[in-house]
């Protein structure tokens, strides 16, 4: 039988550096927020359980949390005493009893499931705890984890109580842990606060799992992996990081980026295989494009789906709601939004298609406007199947143009184009012979008596 997790999530920091009104956790990361990325993971990795320990914005952290998991448990910790007093105060959850318990850091979004995954098998391999750590260019400010020649781990010692010796060690903690569920409440109520900060160290596991003849074991990640985040500097490294990797992972499933560093993907972003992207396009949350579609350059997407063989742009803008079905195209300066664009319908240049539907092979002519608000509210515009809407027309919603219907270019349509009818709404054109002429002497009449004025000659 699968072996149970807690996976406990610390998230009680005041995150002071972030110099904001929201707890550091809600900030996001691909659109996502940071706490949310961790729950993720920590599900991914076969946790049973999840139970976060809150500190301000409890409420609204709760709400980010319960959108990942089912029944998590929540704890708060009114007094900030540290790390191991923070995983006591998830207490309650501990004392259900789970095989495997993780401790994880809300601040700390790149986790990956592989990663703690092994720091479980390493418990299914004997040990009572597992640390994951790793090795820093500049160690300052890390716990260090202080290794025997069998690859045991004796302690971790915190940068303030470290010797000048232990203070070069490289190997750090990344604050990950793993340990059995069984004996973890005798040994977390263990840890003491004697040490330089006065707080109560869950790094302080590990000499009490030594001191009891426990195997305590190390398993290194990358660094970036475990980057923790306390200012909007870092958020903005650590989304760096996040994009890197989501666009590697889509070319290496078969997406082209002609320009990978320029396209910004959302954390559900959904891009099918042999889907070309060009340079500069942002995907905005839940954007699915299907295999085989182009983005064209400067295009920003949103909430639709891209159906294959559509192509959108270049300058094209997405809003949630659309649908662009086969063939489908959308073309420079178009903004579509909560639109139906059946397959093969295309608009092409300079529209504002809104509320509607577009239906199959479809053309709606530059400069295209759905008039979808009155003022008060929003109305729709259904277009039919081999319509034609000339250029620069409006289209007065509610309103309907017909199945094969035509609209002539500088239409006001205000009224329903019945199936395969023309409508042509628009003034009249007047045509007077000569009077193109008349007005080009005149003109050029008065330019000349101008001049003659400011004593020039033409
Ligand atoms: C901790 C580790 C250190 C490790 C480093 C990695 C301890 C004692 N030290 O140090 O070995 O190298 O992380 O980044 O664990 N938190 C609470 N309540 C508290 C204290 C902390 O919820 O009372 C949360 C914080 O919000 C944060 C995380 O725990 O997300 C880590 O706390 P922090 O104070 O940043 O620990 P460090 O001193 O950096
Ligand atoms: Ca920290």
């Not at 095989?99 to 720091?119: H, N, Y």
């Not at 001191?211 to 475990?226: D, L, Q």
């Not at 240049?349 to 003022?375: E, K, P, Q």
């Amino acid at each position: 039988m699968a072996r149970s997790c807690l996976s406990i999530i610390l998230a009680a920091g005041d995150g002071t550096r972030m110099k904001s009104q929201r707890s550091k956790v809600l900030h996001e990361v691909a659109g996502l927020p940071m706490i949310r990325h961790v729950v993720r993971a920590a599900v991914a990795a076969g946790s049973t359980r999840i139970a976060a320990v809150l500190g301000r914005d409890g409420g609204l952290v709760e709400r980010a949390v319960r959108e990942e998991t089912a029944e998590p448990a929540f704890a708060q910790q009114h007094e900030r005493l540290g790390t191991g007093h923070a995983v006591l105060a998830a207490r309650e959850a501990i004392a259900d009893g789970f095989d495997d318990i993780l401790v994880l850091f809300g601040d700390t979004p790149l986790i990956r499931p592989e990663t703690l995954l092994r720091a479980r098998a390493a418990l299914v391999a004997g040990a009572q705890i597992c640390v994951v750590g790793f090795r820093a260019d500049d160690p300052t400010g890390y716990g260090r984890l202080l290794v025997d020649p069998d690859g045991q781990l004796l302690a971790i010692r915190e940068e303030k109580d470290a010797s000048d010796a232990e203070r070069s060690v490289t190997l750090c903690n990344a604050g990950v842990m793993a340990f059995r569920g069984e004996d973890a409440l005798s040994m977390l109520e263990a840890i003491g606060n004697a040490n330089a900060k006065g707080e109560y160290y869950l790094t302080d596991l590990v000499a009490i799992a030594r001191g009891r003849e426990m195997s305590v074991t190390v398993i290194e990640a990358g660094g970036e992996e475990v980057l923790g985040v306390n200012t909007r500097v870092e958020l903005a490294a650590v989304e760096t990081i996040w994009q890197e990797r989501r666009r590697r992972e889509a070319m290496l499933a078969g997406v082209t980026l002609l320009d990978p560093a320029t396209v910004h993907f959302s954390h559900d972003t959904q891009v099918g295989q042999d889907a070309l992207i060009e340079p500069n396009v942002v995907f905005g949350p839940g954007v699915t494009v299907a295999g085989g579609a182009t983005i064209h350059a400067f295009c920003h997407l949103e909430g639709c789906r891209i159906e294959a063989g559509a192509t959108v742009g270049p300058f094209a803008r997405l809003r949630p709601g659309t649908h662009l079905g086969p063939d489908a195209k959308v073309g420079n300066f178009c903004e579509v939004k909560n639109a139906e664009v059946a397959e093969g319908a295309k608009i092409n240049h300079l529209s504002y298609v809104g509320d509607a539907s577009v239906g199959a092979r479809a053309n709606i002519g530059a400069g295209t406007i759905t008039c979808n608000y009155d003022g008060a509210s929003k109305h729709r515009t259904q277009i039919g199947a081999d319509a034609f809407v000339g250029s620069n027309s409006s289209l007065v919603a509610p309103v309907r143009v017909g199945t094969m219907a035509y609209v002539g270019s500088g239409s006001v349509v205000t009224q329903d184009v019945p199936d395969e009818a023309l409508a042509i709404a628009r003034g009249r054109q007047v045509t007077k012979d000569g009077r193109g002429r008349e007005i080009a002497e005149r003109n050029r009449a008065a330019k000349a008596a101008k001049a003659a004025k400011a004593g020039k000659t033409p």
